[in-house]
Protein backbone atom coordinates (compact mmCIF):
# COMPACT_ATOMS: atom_id res chain seq x y z
CA UNK A 1 0.00 0.00 0.00
CA UNK A 2 1.60 3.53 -0.71
CA UNK A 3 -0.74 4.78 2.40
CA UNK A 4 -1.77 8.56 1.83
CA UNK A 5 -0.31 10.59 -0.44
CA UNK A 6 -0.63 14.24 -1.55
CA UNK A 7 0.42 16.17 -4.87
CA UNK A 8 1.67 18.35 -5.06
CA UNK A 9 4.64 18.70 -2.22
CA UNK A 10 5.27 22.33 -3.30
CA UNK A 11 3.04 25.29 -4.37
CA UNK A 12 3.67 29.02 -4.62
CA UNK A 13 0.81 30.97 -5.83
CA UNK A 14 -0.17 34.59 -6.28
CA UNK A 15 -2.88 36.09 -3.89
CA UNK A 16 -5.98 35.77 -6.06
CA UNK A 17 -5.17 32.51 -7.86
CA UNK A 18 -6.51 29.28 -6.66
CA UNK A 19 -5.96 25.90 -6.48
CA UNK A 20 -6.46 22.05 -5.23
CA UNK A 21 -5.09 20.23 -3.14
CA UNK A 22 -4.99 16.16 -3.74
CA UNK A 23 -4.89 13.79 -1.44
CA UNK A 24 -5.17 9.99 -1.97
CA UNK A 25 -5.71 7.25 -0.02
CA UNK A 26 -5.56 3.26 -0.98
CA UNK A 27 -6.23 1.92 2.80
CA UNK A 28 -10.17 1.92 1.92
CA UNK A 29 -10.58 4.22 4.74
CA UNK A 30 -13.97 6.05 5.41
CA UNK A 31 -12.78 9.05 7.23
CA UNK A 32 -10.23 11.78 5.76
CA UNK A 33 -8.89 14.72 7.63
CA UNK A 34 -7.39 18.00 6.29
CA UNK A 35 -5.12 19.77 8.52
CA UNK A 36 -2.47 23.10 8.34
CA UNK A 37 0.04 22.82 10.36
CA UNK A 38 1.92 26.94 10.73
CA UNK A 39 4.98 27.39 12.31
CA UNK A 40 5.89 26.87 15.72
CA UNK A 41 1.99 25.51 16.37
CA UNK A 42 0.24 22.61 16.16
CA UNK A 43 -1.98 21.19 14.01
CA UNK A 44 -5.51 22.39 13.28
CA UNK A 45 -8.38 20.86 11.69
CA UNK A 46 -9.90 22.30 8.28
CA UNK A 47 -12.40 19.78 6.69
CA UNK A 48 -13.10 16.34 7.70
CA UNK A 49 -15.53 13.50 6.12
CA UNK A 50 -16.72 10.28 7.26
CA UNK A 51 -17.50 8.79 4.01
CA UNK A 52 -17.91 9.11 0.39
CA UNK A 53 -20.20 12.33 -0.40
CA UNK A 54 -20.19 13.28 3.48
CA UNK A 55 -17.86 16.33 4.63
CA UNK A 56 -18.01 18.85 7.53
CA UNK A 57 -16.13 21.78 8.54
CA UNK A 58 -13.01 22.07 11.29
CA UNK A 59 -11.94 24.32 12.83
CA UNK A 60 -10.77 26.80 10.19
CA UNK A 61 -12.92 25.93 7.39
CA UNK A 62 -12.70 30.22 5.77
CA UNK A 63 -11.08 30.20 2.29
CA UNK A 64 -11.19 26.99 1.96
CA UNK A 65 -13.54 23.90 0.25
CA UNK A 66 -13.61 20.35 -0.05
CA UNK A 67 -15.26 17.30 -1.99
CA UNK A 68 -15.86 13.92 -1.49
CA UNK A 69 -16.73 11.66 -4.35
CA UNK A 70 -14.94 8.50 -3.99
CA UNK A 71 -13.39 7.11 -0.86
CA UNK A 72 -10.11 7.44 -1.62
CA UNK A 73 -10.24 10.69 -2.89
CA UNK A 74 -9.89 13.84 -0.59
CA UNK A 75 -9.40 17.09 -2.64
CA UNK A 76 -8.89 20.72 -1.09
CA UNK A 77 -10.19 23.82 -3.04
CA UNK A 78 -8.59 27.08 -2.14
CA UNK A 79 -10.37 29.76 -4.23
CA UNK A 80 -8.94 33.35 -3.65
CA UNK A 81 -5.50 32.57 -2.13
CA UNK A 82 -4.38 34.77 0.93
CA UNK A 83 -1.00 35.21 1.96
CA UNK A 84 -3.01 33.98 5.47
CA UNK A 85 -3.16 30.45 3.31
CA UNK A 86 0.72 29.92 3.28
CA UNK A 87 1.21 26.99 5.45
CA UNK A 88 1.76 23.51 5.26
CA UNK A 89 -1.17 20.79 4.62
CA UNK A 90 -1.32 17.65 5.86
CA UNK A 91 -3.98 15.02 4.53
CA UNK A 92 -4.87 11.84 7.54
CA UNK A 93 -6.66 9.18 6.85
CA UNK A 94 -8.61 6.68 9.71
CA UNK A 95 -10.54 3.12 9.32
CA UNK A 96 -13.69 3.12 10.77
CA UNK A 97 -13.94 0.95 14.02
CA UNK A 98 -12.22 0.55 17.07
CA UNK A 99 -8.81 1.74 16.18
CA UNK A 100 -8.40 5.54 16.14
CA UNK A 101 -5.03 6.10 14.93
CA UNK A 102 -4.95 8.65 11.55
CA UNK A 103 -2.20 8.11 9.23
CA UNK A 104 -1.25 10.84 7.58
CA UNK A 105 0.10 12.19 3.98
CA UNK A 106 4.03 13.69 3.30
CA UNK A 107 2.48 17.53 3.32
CA UNK A 108 2.15 19.96 0.83
CA UNK A 109 3.91 23.03 1.47
CA UNK A 110 1.96 25.79 0.11
CA UNK A 111 3.49 29.85 0.00
CA UNK A 112 1.21 32.25 -1.55
CA UNK A 113 3.01 35.80 -2.37
CA UNK B 1 -13.95 22.32 22.72
CA UNK B 2 -11.09 20.95 23.40
CA UNK B 3 -7.81 22.45 24.13
CA UNK B 4 -4.59 21.28 24.52
CA UNK B 5 -1.39 22.63 26.01
CA UNK B 6 2.63 21.33 25.27
CA UNK B 7 5.58 21.65 27.45
CA UNK B 8 8.39 22.51 26.89
CA UNK B 9 8.32 24.04 23.48
CA UNK B 10 12.00 23.12 22.75
CA UNK B 11 13.97 20.04 25.07
CA UNK B 12 17.66 19.71 24.75
CA UNK B 13 19.27 16.04 25.95
CA UNK B 14 22.29 14.25 26.26
CA UNK B 15 22.55 10.84 24.18
CA UNK B 16 21.51 8.42 26.50
CA UNK B 17 19.34 10.67 28.88
CA UNK B 18 15.41 10.52 29.34
CA UNK B 19 13.44 13.18 27.94
CA UNK B 20 9.93 14.18 28.87
CA UNK B 21 7.23 16.26 27.51
CA UNK B 22 3.91 17.22 29.14
CA UNK B 23 0.60 18.25 27.75
CA UNK B 24 -2.92 18.94 29.40
CA UNK B 25 -6.26 18.35 28.04
CA UNK B 26 -9.37 20.56 29.10
CA UNK B 27 -12.46 18.05 28.02
CA UNK B 28 -12.78 15.19 30.48
CA UNK B 29 -14.56 14.02 27.74
CA UNK B 30 -11.73 13.47 26.09
CA UNK B 31 -10.73 9.62 25.81
CA UNK B 32 -7.85 8.80 23.43
CA UNK B 33 -4.58 10.76 23.52
CA UNK B 34 -1.69 9.96 20.90
CA UNK B 35 1.94 11.12 20.59
CA UNK B 36 3.11 11.64 17.04
CA UNK B 37 6.71 12.29 15.93
CA UNK B 38 7.57 14.43 13.24
CA UNK B 39 10.63 14.42 10.84
CA UNK B 40 11.82 17.50 8.68
CA UNK B 41 9.93 17.38 5.55
CA UNK B 42 7.57 14.33 6.42
CA UNK B 43 4.54 14.07 7.78
CA UNK B 44 3.53 13.27 11.49
CA UNK B 45 3.94 9.32 12.39
CA UNK B 46 1.76 7.83 15.09
CA UNK B 47 4.48 6.33 17.94
CA UNK B 48 2.35 5.76 21.05
CA UNK B 49 -1.35 6.41 22.10
CA UNK B 50 -3.10 5.34 25.17
CA UNK B 51 -6.72 5.10 26.60
CA UNK B 52 -8.42 6.84 29.51
CA UNK B 53 -9.17 3.46 31.01
CA UNK B 54 -5.29 2.84 30.64
CA UNK B 55 -3.01 4.46 32.99
CA UNK B 56 0.11 3.91 31.37
CA UNK B 57 1.42 2.47 28.50
CA UNK B 58 5.09 1.28 26.98
CA UNK B 59 6.68 0.20 23.63
CA UNK B 60 9.92 -0.37 24.16
CA UNK B 61 12.10 2.70 25.12
CA UNK B 62 8.98 5.06 24.78
CA UNK B 63 6.27 5.08 27.53
CA UNK B 64 2.94 7.32 28.13
CA UNK B 65 1.18 7.84 31.48
CA UNK B 66 -1.95 9.79 31.91
CA UNK B 67 -3.48 11.11 35.11
CA UNK B 68 -7.40 11.54 34.29
CA UNK B 69 -8.22 13.40 37.41
CA UNK B 70 -5.39 15.71 36.60
CA UNK B 71 -6.24 15.92 32.50
CA UNK B 72 -2.54 15.40 32.01
CA UNK B 73 -0.58 12.70 29.53
CA UNK B 74 2.83 12.08 29.57
CA UNK B 75 5.73 11.62 26.58
CA UNK B 76 8.90 9.71 28.55
CA UNK B 77 11.97 8.86 26.05
CA UNK B 78 14.67 6.54 27.92
CA UNK B 79 18.04 6.63 26.67
CA UNK B 80 17.51 8.50 24.06
CA UNK B 81 19.35 8.76 20.51
CA UNK B 82 20.15 10.94 17.90
CA UNK B 83 17.59 9.80 16.06
CA UNK B 84 14.96 10.38 18.80
CA UNK B 85 15.56 14.51 17.27
CA UNK B 86 12.53 15.62 16.03
CA UNK B 87 9.09 17.37 16.57
CA UNK B 88 6.72 15.52 18.67
CA UNK B 89 3.06 16.35 19.31
CA UNK B 90 0.50 15.09 21.35
CA UNK B 91 -3.25 15.03 20.81
CA UNK B 92 -6.66 14.28 22.02
CA UNK B 93 -10.02 13.40 21.28
CA UNK B 94 -13.19 11.79 22.43
CA UNK B 95 -16.27 10.25 21.05
CA UNK B 96 -18.28 13.56 21.35
CA UNK B 97 -16.44 14.99 18.44
CA UNK B 98 -17.87 13.42 15.50
CA UNK B 99 -15.37 12.21 13.37
CA UNK B 100 -12.72 11.67 16.52
CA UNK B 101 -11.16 14.66 15.55
CA UNK B 102 -8.00 15.07 17.14
CA UNK B 103 -7.19 18.43 19.15
CA UNK B 104 -3.14 18.73 18.83
CA UNK B 105 -0.59 20.30 21.01
CA UNK B 106 1.83 23.00 19.56
CA UNK B 107 4.41 20.43 19.33
CA UNK B 108 8.25 20.05 21.08
CA UNK B 109 11.30 20.43 19.17
CA UNK B 110 13.51 17.49 20.82
CA UNK B 111 17.49 17.68 20.01
CA UNK B 112 19.63 14.68 21.15
CA UNK B 113 22.85 15.81 21.10
CA UNK B 114 25.66 13.05 20.86
Given at each position: NAGVTQTPKFRILKIGQSMTLQCAQD????YMYWYRQDPGMGLKLIYYSVGAGITDKGEVPNGYNVSRSTTEDFPLRLEL??????SVYFCASRVQGSSDTQYFGPGTRLTVL | GENVEQHPSTLSVQEGDSAVIKCTYS????NYFPWYKQELGKGPQLIIDIRSNVGEKKDQRIAVTLNKTAKHFSLHIT??????SAVYFCAASGLREYGNKLVFGAGTILRVKS
Open positions: MNHNAAPSQT | DSASETQPED
